[in-house]
């Protein structure tokens, strides 16, 4: 049968104050709502008490914004789509940001486990004056076990309505994809970062968090497999490929440093759960 499971949160800012009400509905929920950095800007800590994500199960989130909220979303730990018996297993997140709105999507890391038969699908809907910094960090197998990514296939869609989707599958025996220096070049992790607007970025805006991403990933080891690129006057995609997730993590976190200081003049807060 599998685990189905929904959340629904919505973010709603009254004098400069950010709360949240959430719903859910089976083995999905909020761990800890709160404010380490002020009123203003709500972090919010989702978890899935089974702990990982099997054939047959379905998982979604809806979240809103509403105007002048401030999200952070995170997780304390990996989501990790286990191998299948044959049923897919599903995660969907569907985002609605209203004009004003800030969300920050910073889930840790996602692990496809050999023999899966997954989907990850998020889309995000930011209308004008919304923005957004987001990640998905997708890591195929267990190398550091002796466990590759040999069999099953995972499929990750990542959507702007009508300005950039991502969407592509991976299976264990595409060797042409995994090892070609036109795929994934042997690498197992691949992490993608945004930051996106409702509308256009003001181009000395857009070139200054360009610039900061690049600065970023030339400063990094992993400099020679990242690229920083505009795909929509309102998108920014930093793209990195990296043998483990832990150096690819440690890149995205210094540009979402660097992304939040200079578009909302914010200091980096990160979330306590990604220490423990």
């Not at 761990?31 to 702990?51: A, D, M, T, Y």
């Not at 025996?173 to 994934?184: E, F, Q, R």
Request: hydrophobic fraction near 45%; include cysteine; glycine fraction near 10%.
């Amino acid at each position: 049968m599998g685990w189905h499971g929904s959340l629904a949160l919505r973010y709603r800012c009254e004098d400069g104050h950010t709360r949240v009400h959430d719903r859910h509905d089976g083995p999905l929920r909020v761990l800890k709502s709160f404010h380490p950095e002020g009123e203003r800007v709500c972090h919010s800590v989702l978890v899935h008490p089974p702990g990982g994500i099997v054939g047959g199960d379905t998982l979604a989130i809806e979240i809103e914004i509403e105007p002048e909220a401030h999200a952070l979303v995170t997780t304390p730990g990996a989501t990790r789509f286990y191998r299948s018996l044959g049923e897919p297993a599903t995660q969907t997140l569907a985002v609605r940001a209203a004009a004003g709105s800030r969300l920050e999507w910073l889930p840790l890391e996602t692990l496809a486990y050999s023999g899966c038969i997954a989907e990850n699908r998020a889309r995000f809907a930011l209308a004008p004056g919304a923005e957004m910094i987001g990640w998905d960090l997708t890591a195929l197998g267990l190398p550091a076990s002796d466990q590759p990514f040999v069999a099953g296939r995972f499929t990750q869609s990542i959507e702007l309505p009508g300005r950039w989707l991502e969407r592509g599958t991976v299976r264990g025996d595409d060797a042409a994809l995994l090892d070609s220096p036109l795929g994934w070049a042997g690498q197992r992790t691949l992490a993608t970062l945004w930051f996106a607007a409702g509308g256009a970025i003001a181009a000395e805006r857009r070139e200054s968090l360009l610039e900061a991403a690049r600065a970023a990933c030339d400063a990094h080891p992993l400099g020679r497999h990242a690229g920083a690129t505009a795909v929509d006057p309102g998108v920014i995609v930093v793209r990195v490929l990296a043998p483990r997730v832990e150096p690819a993590m440690a890149l995205l976190a210094a540009i979402w440093r660097a992304w939040r200081l200079l578009a909302w003049q914010l200091e980096a807060s990160p979330p306590r759960v990604w220490r423990t």
